[in-house]
């Protein structure tokens, strides 16, 4: 069996127009540089954000150009990607990869269209396809969140057992054929081997399970913590706020590395210290789900015990089985309906612990300035309690940094991921994630360049997309 070639039967004539295109389109970019310093403007038109833009004379045909030759790009992309994934690995190696990922391209394909359809009644998340640095962050983001579903879940993407090792593949280059392949087996790798032997290609798509499950959950919890203590912080103001003013930068002030060296340690491990962690960090969202509920129907008693119980009482058992492990010093839980991995509790404790003080400032500034709007003043007046006017009223016209700061700290939390992987913290060392891929990769990187660079690049794409969504729901956010 033949090796693939990158582009498979388009080399003869998509390659060389897109070797054609792609310098053309960075002259063109450069060329609007260059004309930016010497170059007076000719003629202006108004963007519907309100921003001006030469359109006329050579500023406005280097704008034309670099439309039109983007657009070309962008048509060759989608000819690659869409030919091979119907005719796969004959269109070579991105059409077997292309081939793989069809779940994804559909997936993403029905997203786009029902949102655009839909965009007008689906609030800040419609307006978002509004803008294309919000539509392109959102697509990065949402390739990566289906590729980890069709493959953690439901096994549809990954070519090979990410652990598994093939005689004769050790550090084989992209495409080469499997040796010794049988009946059902795929036939190449299609982004070569690493020094074990392992695909590449599998080991990086199911290095986006390990993120997609850890950094938006452990943010999330993050956020829990951080809302749950600066709404009263800002609010009250007072000896509680510089109490936990002064232990939010108490914990910012702490070595970030070295708190998850101390966790990871097995001595500080057989201490319970993580599960200890865990158990006053996890019951912040039973905390502030709880108080949620509480405010919304504390007059309504009846609706209110209905709420509290259908929520809190599966929440409390997830929590009872999330902080059990037999065995270790919690332990007591005859109701355990599953364990967390060591490596990885380690790991999410020590993120939602690092980010809460964050969020804890975020909030806590926020809230001493919503908390002077007149609509504030017009709750109190009804005679509304504290925590109705701090959920109720102030936290969702506090939604718009909150939610660009999520996406972006969901992005600090993957790079988080990808160093703590790098350095062989917390997660398993045979794990395929992406920073522990990376750093065997760059061992033999001066002879070996695939097992490093195509995580590394799938680092890059999620946390550059989740930055670029970050930016649109800024955008559409301000205009609101």
């Known amino acids: 069996m033949e090796p693939l070639t990158w582009t498979g039967v388009f080399a003869s004539f998509l390659d060389p127009i897109a070797m054609i295109l792609a310098p053309a389109f960075v002259a063109v970019v450069i060329i609007r540089i260059v004309l930016g310093w010497v170059e007076p403007d000719t003629g202006m038109k108004s963007n519907p954000d309100g921003t001006l833009v030469a359109t006329g004379g050579i500023w406005g045909a280097a704008d034309k150009m670099r439309a039109t030759l983007g657009l070309a790009i962008l048509a060759v992309a989608v000819v690659y990607i869409l030919g091979g994934a119907l005719i796969g690995p004959k269109a070579g190696i991105i059409g077997g990869m292309s081939q793989q990922l069809l779940p994804v391209w559909i997936a993403l394909i029905a997203t786009f269209a029902l949102s655009i359809r839909y965009k007008r009644k ?115 103001g007072g000896k509680l706020d510089t109490l936990l003013s002064f232990l ?27 599960q200890y962690m865990a158990a006053f960090l996890f019951v912040f969202p039973l905390v502030f789900l709880g108080v949620l509920i509480h405010s919304r129907f504390r007059t309504q008693p009846k609706k209110n015990m209905f709420w509290l119980a259908l929520v809190l009482i599966p929440l409390a058992v997830l929590y009872l089985s999330g902080i059990n492990e037999s065995g270790s010093k919690i332990d007591f839980w005859p109701l355990d309906l599953f364990d967390i991995d060591g490596g990885i509790l380690v790991v999410f404790v020590s993120v939602v612990f690092v980010n809460s003080p964050t969020v804890f400032r975020i909030v806590r500034g926020l809230v001493m300035d919503i908390k002077t709007r007149d609509y504030v003043a017009a709750a109190q007046t009804r005679g509304e309690r504290p925590w109705y006017i701090m959920l109720w009223e102030i936290l969702p016209n506090a939604r718009g940094p909150l939610i660009v700061d999520f996406c972006l700290r969901i992005g600090y939390t993957t790079i988080l991921l990808g160093t703590l992987g790098f350095f062989g913290l917390g997660l398993e060392p045979e794990s395929p994630n992406w920073g522990n891929t990376i750093n065997e990769g760059r061992k033999l990187l001066s002879v070996y ?20 969504l970050a930016d649109g729901l800024r955008e559409e956010s301000l205009r609101d």
């Open 122 to 236: 689906l609030g800040l998340y419609g307006k978002l396809f509004d803008s294309m640095i919000g539509m392109i962050g959102f697509a990065l983001v949402m390739f990566w969140v289906f590729t980890a579903l069709f493959s953690g879940v439901f096994d549809l993407i990954g070519t090979h057992d990410p652990l598994g090792q093939v005689s004769g593949m050790k550090n084989k280059v992209p495409g080469t054929p499997l040796r010794g392949a049988e009946e059902g087996d795929y036939a190449w790798y299609l982004l070569g081997g690493d020094k074990l032997a392992r695909d590449v290609f599998t080991r990086v798509i199911e290095g986006s399970t390990v993120v997609i499950m850890i950094a938006p959950l452990a943010t999330l919890f993050a956020f829990m913590v951080g809302i749950t203590l600066g709404l009263p912080a800002g609010y009250y």
């Open 248 to 274: 939010a930068n108490l914990i910012l002030a702490f070595p970030v590395i070295l708190l998850f060296y101390l966790l990871v340690t097995p001595e500080i491990r057989a201490t319970g210290l993580p």
């Open 449 to 468: 360049l695939h097992p490093a660079l195509p995580p590394a690049f799938a680092l890059l794409s999620l946390v550059l997309g989740l930055n670029l």
